[in-house]
């Protein structure tokens, strides 16, 4: 058997996605997987030692680590409609979001590439737990959060109102679809091993998709108690097309956001190739 260490989060687009692996639903070979199941932020800090075989990395952290790690075709979030949302208790004008403290969930994550991006005015950040972040601006300790995950989804039922959709702003100024976090494989792994491990993943989001009672019971334990309609949600919208097969588009918009952040110095100098069994 060869093991491989296996890193991806509790939410449940990533707990859809590898059930029918991690659970044996599939014939998952000569493989035996050691799974390591964090926040993202926490797997892109890991990411950057090298120490997982396979890995959920936030594009925002992706270049920080391209040496070591190359982006798999299948298991990634993108899509349109897709993005993280800055709210806040009320209404703030745009002096003052520039001026006052806004919450981020973590220093490397996409979405505060995006938001470094798009509104670069906005420099006073903290970051914090993504899941810490609603609480942080209900309790005014923040001006205004950066919501991600199921936080886009249950913001309005907390009080908050919404500033921006910076998947919006991105999809409006761009045309493309906004790339938020992939699969990636280490360099070290042998190239016919990543290929495998890449149509597994593709085959473990078509089992998933032919047979969603099965993977219902190990998405709630890992939901943090969200509700069914919110999971639902949830998996509805980060997994889509993208996350079986990247496509032209895909590779576009990945390659679009990382050379955006590269041209406004947030991020390092890409290792090429970055995608699995490419040239591109």
């Not at 029918?20 to 993202?40: C, H, K, P, Q, S």
């Not at 290792?271 to 040239?279: A, K, L």
Request: one cysteine or more; a negative charge.
């Amino acid at each position: 058997m060869k093991k491989l260490t296996l890193g991806f989060s509790p939410c449940p687009n990533d707990t859809f996605i590898f059930d029918a692996i991690v659970n044996n639903r599939i014939d998952t070979g000569e493989y035996e997987f050691e799974v390591v199941m964090e926040d993202v932020e926490q797997l892109n800090l890991m990411a950057q030692e090298g120490k997982l075989d396979i890995s959920k990395i936030s594009f925002g952290a992706y270049a920080h680590v391209s040496k070591d790690y190359v982006i798999l075709n299948s298991g990634s979030a993108l899509g349109k409609g897709v993005g993280p949302i800055l709210v806040s208790k009320q209404p703030v004008p745009a002096k003052m979001l520039q001026e006052g403290l806004v919450a981020i969930p973590g220093i490397h994550t996409t979405a505060n590439l995006l938001l470094s991006v798009l509104f670069p005015g906005i420099q006073n950040k903290k970051a914090m737990h993504f899941a810490a972040i609603s609480r942080a601006v209900m309790e005014e300790e923040v001006i205004a959060g950066l919501l991600i995950h199921e936080g886009r989804f249950t913001y309005e039922s907390q009080g908050l109102i919404k500033l921006i959709d910076l998947g919006e702003t991105w999809e409006d100024q761009m045309q493309l679809p906004l790339p938020l976090g992939c699969i990636a494989a280490n360099r070290r792994m042998p190239e016919n091993e990543r290929n495998e491990i890449d149509a597994m993943i593709r085959q473990s989001i078509g089992y998933a998709w032919k047979n969603p009672s099965e993977s219902s019971y190990y998405i709630k334990e890992h939901s943090q108690e969200m509700e069914d309609e919110v999971i639902a949600s949830h998996i509805g919208l980060y997994v889509n097309e993208f996350s079986v097969d990247l496509g032209a588009q895909g590779r576009e918009a990945i390659h679009f956001l990382l050379k955006k952040g590269i041209e406004y110095q947030l991020i390092p100098e890409l290792t090429e190739p970055i995608f699995n069994n490419s040239s591109i």
